[in-house]
């Protein structure tokens, strides 16, 4: 059973930084690409970024350049968004997916996490 | 900037039939944008459920259909059911590995 699981979540100081994990399993991790997607509460869903297999292709959103960095650490099956000069507008329930790129056929998100909840707030 | 197009609420009658769509301000939807839909209730995770303008997702009832249907998206519940009411999102592939979703539509079952 594939099974996405996002920690690191919590309240953060405006500036500050935070580092988000999502764990997978059920699946071979350091095959496949993953995504982040980011939701503010009682908002729709915001793509953020996809991550290749090694880690050395990302394609990200523009909100993303400058202040977020995304990681993969295919030993652990974990995903990483580190964040840092956090701001209000950041607050939001971060979910990671596994993203399925293909050359035949065409990309597409299959699996979901349950999200973690990222408050910045003083 | 790309920006994808829902609308923002529909309603239907329980058994009733409708469609949601999923448009581009700049251009016409196809099949190049690989069209992805997501079922969300309120406080969980999105699930997807049609990826590539019609592939159901595994266990997604076939009530529910993609397509391109003129210039757009579309998404078709035939027979909705109580428990479809929700938000449903679209999300485009628009190029360069870069994706875009839609604001979403809060379906209402009555």
């Known amino acids: 059973e594939v099974q996405l699981v996002e920690s690191g979540g919590g309240l953060v100081l405006p500036g500050g930084s935070l580092r988000l994990s999502c764990v997978a399993s059920?699946?071979?991790?350091?095959?496949?690409?993953m995504t982040w997607v980011r939701q503010v509460p009682g908002k729709g869903l915001e793509w953020l970024a996809n991550?290749?297999?090694?880690?050395?292709?990302?394609y990200q959103a523009d909100s993303l350049k400058g202040r977020f960095s995304l990681s993969r650490d295919n030993t652990k099956n974990s995903l990483y968004l580190q964040m840092n000069s956090l701001r209000a507008e950041d607050t939001a329930v971060y979910y990671c997916?596994?993203?399925?790129?293909?050359?035949?056929?065409?990309?597409?998100?299959?699996?979901w996490g349950q999200g973690t909840l990222v408050t910045v707030s003083s | 900037q790309t920006v994808v197009t829902q609308e923002p609420s529909l309603s239907v009658p329980p058994g009733g039939t409708v469609t949601l769509t999923c448009g581009l301000t700049s251009a016409s939807v196809s099949g190049n944008h690989f069209p992805t839909w997501l079922q969300q209730t309120p406080g969980l995770a999105p699930r997807t459920l049609i990826y590539r303008t019609n592939i159901r997702s595994s266990g997604v009832p076939d009530r529910f259909s993609g397509s391109i249907l003129g210039s757009d998206a579309a998404l078709t519940i035939t027979g909705a059911q109580a428990d479809d009411e929700c938000d449903y999102y679209c999300v485009l592939h628009v190029g360069r590995g870069l994706w875009v979703f839609g604001g979403g539509t809060k379906l209402t079952v009555l």
């Open positions: 991550v290749h297999p090694d880690g050395t292709t990302i």
């Open positions: 997916a596994r993203y399925i790129e293909v050359v035949v056929g065409g990309p597409f998100f299959d699996y």
């Open positions: 059920g699946f071979s991790f350091s095959t496949n690409w």
